[in-house]
């Protein structure tokens, strides 16, 4: 099914709404999952759960740290745990959504769902649904 | 007498038989394995319950990234191996997928429970003890400091504790909107105040009754913590690290255990198998109070989906914790690295801080 981008929004706000319990209008693009609509870890498995039954599509975890790593063409992406200089410009590029100010050095690889806006799940559900869509034509 | 089915899972089939690679491949409802029957378990109140424990196939990652699937499979679990069970009980990581039992409870002709209530209040209870235990001793803060805040666990446990009248301090870095309106509202329900703490290796630095509880554990394993400091780790994954629950100096007690009944007996021991032992034992005379609560429900013959979902509401929490001392179970003891907590250490740590 083809969804408008502000129907794919209006699902993903509503994902958003029931698993977090905020109001609608705390839901925008740029607002950041755990330091503004105050989610935690386990939450964000069932915003996953939600948006996946809303557009039945399969969010793979760890989808967005997997880009950055594959982009690095095999080169290192993080030591004891803090990301490298390398994987830090390809996690700018996959999330372009996310002030770079924000991805820096120092970053650890724990702290990358603090990151995460409504947009970057908005964003990965269209690209979701682009690739289904590609691959049945 | 009702028939109970708890469902749990994680590295538990590991123990079963199956091995790593199958665990990892996928959801093979094939591999679903019986922990253990509960023949025949009696109360303290004189009523029973019967029931089973099933282990599902996989590793946590695997459920945690397929939850789609790991409903299905809870599903095909409580319909084969739950015939005649009544009432279906969560443990584990089965109590986190599919919007912690929500999912399945929407799809199942039978009430589905985490037993999230019962564990918060075990957790209480335990905590309630200590500060009981402790709060003479000089210099010992009276505060509980509770960390995992905005985790379900943690904010539950907060409430419970605000209610029963003990000061409470809340860690979090930032105070999101939505973690500050929960806070506010239970200061509005109780009139107590919980203390705002920004700075968790300060806030430690103070030492005192320290609660980890919050989703993915870990919290405190990289912390410093005060000699003399007494955690209650609610958290599965525990928060605090193996070297910290050994360290002398520092207390580290189980949060989330219940006594069985004295009623429980014999046919209890009996279920005891090699594999429950292995997989989900704490012994013959305490047990997960998540497994507690589908028993107490059962005895009481509540067929309700009794905890379900993020919210833990801390009147239930009363409630549940009510009907389980009726039927004999209870924090009746404290627990620490899976031993009884002997009376003698707690007085001196009481005193001491050793």
Redesign the interface.
């Known amino acids: 099914m083809a969804y408008t981008e502000e129907e794919i929004f209006d699902k993903v706000r509503d994902a958003f709404v029931e698993?977090?319990?905020?109001d609608e209008d705390?839901v925008v693009m740029k607002a950041k999952v755990?330091?503004?609509?105050?989610?935690?870890?386990?939450?964000f498995?069932?915003i996953?759960?939600?948006i996946?039954?809303a557009f039945d599509v399969?969010i793979?975890?760890g989808d967005l740290e997997r880009q950055a790593q594959d982009a690095l063409d095999g080169e290192v992406y993080e030591v004891d745990g803090v990301l490298t200089e390398h994987a830090l410009e390809k996690l700018k590029a996959v999330m372009s959504e996310v002030d770079p100010s924000e991805i820096v050095h120092g970053l650890r690889t724990k702290d990358i769902p603090r990151l995460f806006l409504v947009e970057t799940f908005y964003r990965m559900v269209v690209k979701l649904l682009r690739d289904q869509a590609a691959a049945e034509e | 007498m009702l028939r109970i089915f708890g469902l749990r899972a994680g590295l538990l089939p590991l123990a079963l038989g199956s091995s790593r690679r199958q665990l990892s491949e996928g959801l093979h409802p094939s591999n679903i394995r019986i922990i253990t029957e509960l023949p025949r378990i009696v109360g303290d109140a004189g009523a029973e319950c019967s029931g089973r424990i099933v282990g599902l196939p996989s590793l946590p990652e695997v459920l945690l990234a397929h939850q789609e699937e790991a409903v299905r499979l809870m599903r095909t679990a409580a319909m084969q191996y739950g015939v005649g069970c009544e009432l279906v009980g969560l443990g584990a990581v089965c109590a986190i997928v599919g919007l912690r039992g929500e999912a399945l409870a929407a799809g199942l002709p039978k009430p589905v429970t985490t037993g999230n209530s019962l564990t918060c209040w075990a957790s209480a209870e335990t905590v309630c003890k200590l500060h009981a235990a402790l709060s003479a001793r000089p210099g010992f803060p009276e505060r509980v400091l509770i960390v995992g805040f905005p985790g379900t666990m943690a904010e539950a446990l907060c409430e419970v504790l605000l209610r029963r009248g003990l000061p409470v301090e809340a860690y979090h870095p930032s105070f999101p909107k939505r973690l500050e309106r929960a806070l506010l509202a239970m200061e509005k329900a109780t009139g107590a105040t919980i203390a705002r703490r920004t700075d968790l290796p300060e806030a430690l630095a103070e030492g005192g009754l320290v609660v980890g509880a919050s989703s993915l554990g870990g919290e405190l394993a990289a912390m410093k913590l005060r000699s003399g400091t007494v955690v209650v780790d609610v958290a599965q994954p525990l928060d605090t690290s193996e070297a910290q629950r050994r360290r002398p100096g520092l207390l580290v007690v189980e949060g989330e255990l219940v006594a069985m009944p004295q009623a429980a007996g014999a046919q209890w021991r009996g279920a005891l198998t090699s594999a429950y032992n292995t997989v989900v034992g704490q012994g013959a005379h305490r047990v997960f109070a998540c497994l507690a609560e589908p028993m107490v429900l059962s005895m009481e013959g509540r067929r309700e989906s009794f905890s379900l979902g993020k919210r833990i509401d801390p009147a239930r929490v009363e409630e549940i914790g009510a009907l389980a001392t009726t039927h004999g179970f209870g924090v009746r003891e404290l627990y620490t690295g899976r031993r009884r907590l002997d009376e003698g250490r707690l007085a001196a740590f009481g005193t001491t801080g050793r």
Request: net charge negative; charged share 45%; proline share 4%.
């Open positions: 698993a977090l319990g905020v705390e755990i330091d503004d609509l105050g989610a935690e870890s386990l939450d498995l069932d996953v759960f939600r996946e039954r399969k793979p975890r």
